[in-house]
Every structure is written in C-alpha cells, then in structure tokens.
C-alpha cells in the first residue's frame, strides 16, 4: 500500500486521478457499504436540500438564520470556486485542510476494496467531518437529482426540493415528471418532505404519498406575500410577518426563504427560532455567484445561471436594476446544456458577447456559441451595435470585457460555475 497523501492539494490530486478510472453506475451501495462501515451517523437534526436552481440559496438562508439564532450549525455545499474548504463550513467558518484531511483518511481506512468517485468519496468525507464537529444542526446540499445522490444515504429529518427544472439530462431524464420522480427520493417516510415549486410535479406529489412522507406544498401548507417594503411568511401553524427582503436578490429568493421557513417550522421545538432571528439572518445572508454583484463600476454581476429557469430570472434581474449604457456578457457554458434556452432570455439585455472556452472537456466551443448568436435577430440594439468575440478562457473574456467597458455599463458574468470561477480567479490574482 503506497503512503497516502497528507496534505489537502495532493488528496485532492489523488482522488482526481482515481476518478478518470471509476465509471459512474448511478447506485447507492457502495457508498452505502461504506458509510456503515465508517458508522457515519447524525446526532442533530439533519436538513436536505435539493432542486434543480435554489438550492444554495435555500442552504445559505438557514445556515444564516440558525448561526443567527446560537446554534451550531455545519453545512454541505457545492460546488467550490476557489478553494475546496468552500464545501464544508462548520460554524459559519470553512473548513480546515487539517479536518478534511483527517476525514479523507477515515473514508480511505473504511473504503477497502470498494471504489468511489470523487464526488462519493469527498461527500463521505465532509459528512464524516460535520458528524463528528459536535453541531447542533446539519444542512446537506444535494448534487445530481436525489435519489442517486451520495448525501441521500442519509435519511433526512426535513427534506426540501426548491425547484424542478430541466438540467442534466443525461442522467436524469428530459421531462420534469421523471427530474421530479428524482428530486422526490431525497423523502423519508414520516418525515417532513417541502416542495417551494408553485407548480410541482404530478410524480414528485405521488412518490410523497406514496411513501407517506409528511408532504408540505407552496401555496397548500405554507405560502408568502409581500408589498415594496416588506413580506409575509405563513404556514400550518406559524405565522412570520414584516420580514425584510433576502439579501440575495432576485425573482426566485422568497420561494427559497419560504422553503427555509418552513424548515424551521417543521422543526421549531427542536431548534426554536426567534422573529429576529429571521429577519436579521434573511438581511445578512451572503452566497457567492448568484446574482453577486461586485463593489466599484463598472457594475460586474456574477451568477452561475447554466439553464433556461436560471437565465431567465437573471434576465428579469437585470431588467429590475436601473440604466446601464452597456452590457457586456463573459459566457461560457456546457455542451449538454440547452443553450438556445439559456441565451434567449439574455439577448434583450446584452449587447456585447465575449464568449470563453471553458477548462472542461464538455465546454461548448466558442464558434459554435457565436454561430448561434450571429443567427439571432439584433432584438433592440441598433444596427452594428452587437458585438461577437471569443476568448480561450473566461478570464481573458472578463479582463476584453472590462478594457472596454465604460464607468456607466455593466458585465454580466454566466452560463456555468466554471465561467464564474474562472472570472473570480482572475481578480483574486489582479488584486493581490
């Protein structure tokens, strides 16, 4: 046996390379075998969040209200942009290299003769990492769909499913009934299983009753309302008034405090939270890459939209943000992603295109990008006025982007987390 690594950048590198071997055959026992050998259990409450888009943000505002509220409070979040501690916070800190570490060997001393994909094996770790952390509460991000996903060997005290969308098709199916049919198995049998979609699927409703899941539908168990200023959260038996807005703007985020809210009801004699608690929690929420807009002009928005329910509120996001003389889009985005339906939205805001190749082999190329673009009406932009250009990395499109860019226009960073990641990168480095 080869002496393992130990240090976080070469577990990492080891785990990668062991990834290009380990084909991906969608089923849970392996990872299960491994998590009873590892014995890997929650003394808390455990919060599971799914969906096709909000589920970072719903994540975000319950970490936010219940750190608000004292508790101890670990949670499970993906992707990362910079560093890989971005996925395991505890406390409201990230994690320590010498903690994931230290959980990387447990999966590995556990593994025996059974192989993990990268995702399988950093999922068990950090699981392994909150379980032992001494929290009170643990908030668990689902990845792929649900009922395949490696966190979904847990069983969940609460489960959330914010939206159900086409996105990965590949793997999860082309029809909402079959992506909600997905979503639906992160539910447990007794257990309180919220749905925020105002419309949720016919599959999603059916799996719920039929496992006998304590179901909790938008607009049925638990809605909102609101005016300019403020908004109102009602559900069986809680009622949350004069709220303040979250501080994560955009058209989807009162669906998302909604489902958080809901949460917290659910589990209200367990970790009881205060109206204050709420409010400032909502206020000081913080999630990077969506709808992230940076300090200084020209105005810079970063969101990690890469399906067409995810550009078209960043569209109406962008609509709602006041005159800008200009704007220039850094877009890169998947080949499997539907393209047409991500750019649509976008064409009534944008005016000049600065595509990037982004570093993954399943990045959409440039020229096919721009083929796309060039055959699309110029919309409302004067003749000439649209501009088409392409770069090898989203870094060189941002820095095209800002050479150009007046004090009164705007960049709007989108299409994958790989777009926004490279962009972020490239001004961690020109600001140092």
Known sequence: MSTLPTTLPDWLALLESRHAEVHIDMGLERVRTVKER???AFACPVIMVAGTNGKGSTCAMLEAILLRAGYKVGLYI????LDFNERAHVNG???TDEALVASFNAVEAQRGEIDLTYFEFTTLAIMHLLSGAGMDVVILEVGLGGRLDAVNV??????IVTSVDIDHTDYLGDTREKIGFEKAGIFRPGKAAICSDPVPPASLVAHAEAIGADLWLLGRDFNYSGDKQQWNYGGRALRRNSLAYPSLRGANQLLNASAALAALEVLRLELPTGAQDV???LVVVELP?????????PTVVLDVAHNPHAAAALGQNLGNMGFHAYTYAVFGIMQDKDIDGVIAPMTAHVDHWCLADLPSPRSANCADLAARLEALPDGDSKPGER???SFPDPAAAFANAMSRAGENDRIVVFGSFYTVAGVMAARKTSHH
Not at 78 to 81: A, I, R, T
Not at 154 to 159: G, K, Q, T
Not at 289 to 297: A, D, I, M, S, Y
């Open 38 to 40: 590892m014995a890997l």
């Open 78 to 81: 993906k992707p990362h942009f």
């Open 93 to 95: 800190a990230l994690a």
């Open 154 to 159: 847990i069983d969940a005290d609460v489960a």
């Open 279 to 281: 409010r400032t929690g």
């Open 289 to 297: 890459g969506r709808f992230q807009v940076l300090p200084g002009r």
């Open 387 to 389: 501009s088409v250009t």
